[in-house]
């Protein structure tokens, strides 16, 4: 059944709602567009200003994927773009979520999970967020609860830097740190690079730099790839495209002590109820930016 429905001054039309998108679930492109709707306080600040990447999935979970970038020439001229020049040349006009009735209207278009730039559109090429992808190579969660916490040990001690947690509601999580912004993507990454082979190298049981799955012998990968220009993460509280519908969910670091917390603890059925009882963890972020200078110069020193 359609419907259209005003979000906002804009009306937007929903279509094919009884859609199934999660079949072992029994979740729906409806169910889908509810939980965005919900969540839409929580996650549109994440979202905003931020170039976006769609990653659609027009028949569900199980069926064929594609990856969208452009903004394409049917989707209404109310919903804001930011046309950014490519390396290779040529450009790209990405879309930017900064409303509910454009988080519907993608949503709609059957875009699951957001994923956004590191950057805003104001300033692209300058990012205000780091990442480190723990991506594992074993099903191993106490491990990489473990990971999580010497990393964030060694951001503190070493270099001072204030680090947020993320269950990517896939199989890891994410550390950021939200920066100031004042370095490229080529030298926030290098960075990155740099303190990722100091932790593999203080901790080589554990952490490895290689991107290569056949070389990384059971160890935890730190990917920093996402720190480039043009890459892009999960967006919190997104919904991933695995059954069951987990949610990419912010914690506090003290709550990796509970031995229910896995990857996909937080699922579009319990993440209400985990807010209505407990405040997003990354609310305030942005009024922590940090200064990456000090952080740079010793690594280069080193």
């Known amino acids: 059944m359609d419907q259209e429905r005003k979000f906002g001054k804009r009306n937007v039309k929903l279509s094919n709602l ?39 999935f027009p028949n569900g979970i199980n069926d064929k994927q594609f990856y969208q970038k452009d903004t394409p020439d049917y989707f209404p001229d109310w919903i804001p773009t930011k046309t950014i020049k490519k390396k290779e040349g040529g450009e790209t006009h990405y879309v930017i979520c900064n409303d509910l009735a454009t988080l519907m209207y993608l949503t709609n278009q059957a875009c699951i999970t957001p994923h956004i730039w590191l950057s805003r559109k104001d300033q692209a090429d300058l990012p205000d967020r780091l990442i480190f ?9 106490q491990k990489l609860k473990l990971a999580a916490r010497k990393i964030r040990k060694y951001l503190k001690q070493e ?3 204030k680090s947020f947690i993320m269950t990517t509601g896939s199989r890891g999580f994410h550390i950021s740190i939200p920066i100031k912004r004042q370095y490229d993507f080529d030298e926030v990454r290098s960075f990155a690079q740099a303190a990722s082979k100091e932790l593999e190298a203080e901790f080589p049981e554990m952490f490895t730099t290689a991107s290569r799955k056949a070389k990384r012998d059971g160890k935890i990968y730190l990917d920093v790839a996402r720190n480039g220009f043009g890459q892009t993460a999960v967006t919190p509280y997104s919904v991933r495209p695995i059954e069951g519908a987990p949610v990419a969910t912010p914690l506090d670091w003290d709550e990796l002590s509970k031995k229910d917390l896995s990857a996909q603890r937080y699922t579009i059925k319990n993440i209400f109820r985990r807010l209505g009882s407990k405040d997003d963890p990354w609310k305030n972020m942005d009024a922590e930016v940090q200064d990456l200078s000090a ?7 080193d």
């Open 295 to 301: 952080a740079i110069k010793k690594l280069q020193k």
């Open 159 to 161: 270099f001072e830097l």
């Open 133 to 141: 992808d723990l991506d594992p190579s074993e099903d191993d969660f």
């Open 18 to 56: 009884e859609k199934v998108f999660f079949p072992e679930a029994g979740l729906t492109k409806g169910d889908l567009l509810d939980y965005y709707e919900k969540i839409s306080e929580v996650i549109l600040p994440y979202l905003k200003d931020r170039p976006l990447t769609m990653i659609r």
